[in-house]
């Protein structure tokens, strides 16, 4: 079920690239992306983070929470599933936390080129800071659920993602990217 001979732009076999925006260099290819990816660099506050930017540090991975299981939209219209998750957080390491001088439960402000935005800090051990190429990289995560209606709104993660769609049904394959994290609110 691996190899597709044909149907696939970027077929017959799965390969794996860095994210648009990586931390390090591809080592399994000279490669760095995949070379069909459909790139909206040419669009306003779309520009991306260069490897190796210092303003840029940390991974940011999004994902899905299981009280918010579908997406927002429908999810966060629902009385009991908004009151099991009210607002977004931002999951980092308590490494990282006594670095930026973040505590659990304080806010915090995530930055890209494209945007910023503000949530609550979830401080846990469930992200630990990774050994990578010789230097500690800190990972840190959001949830997608969050945005401007419903019962619970907040800040949405996805303002943060570049526009990068994969080559086969141009879905945005940007979930991690590069971004910054600082203690506080954001300037509004």
Known sequence: WLFAPSGLLDGPLPT???????PERNLLYAQQHNPLL?????????????LGDPRYPYVLTTFRVTEHHVSGQMSR???????????????LSPELATELGITDGGWVTVETPRAAVEARALVTRRLRPLLVGGRTLHQVGMPFHFGYSGLV????????LSLTEEPNVSINETKA????VRTGR???
Do not use: H, I
């Open 77 to 91: 219209w629902s009385s009991w599933l908004s009151e099991l998750q009210p607002e977004s957080w931002l999951e």
């Open 38 to 50: 459909v790139r909206r660099d040419e669009l306003p506050g779309n520009a991306k983070v260069a």
């Open 186 to 188: 954001r300037t509004r």
């Open 153 to 160: 709104t907040g800040d949405v993660v996805n303002d943060l």
């Open 177 to 180: 990217l590069m971004c910054a």
């Open 16 to 22: 794996f690239y860095e994210a648009t925006e990586a």
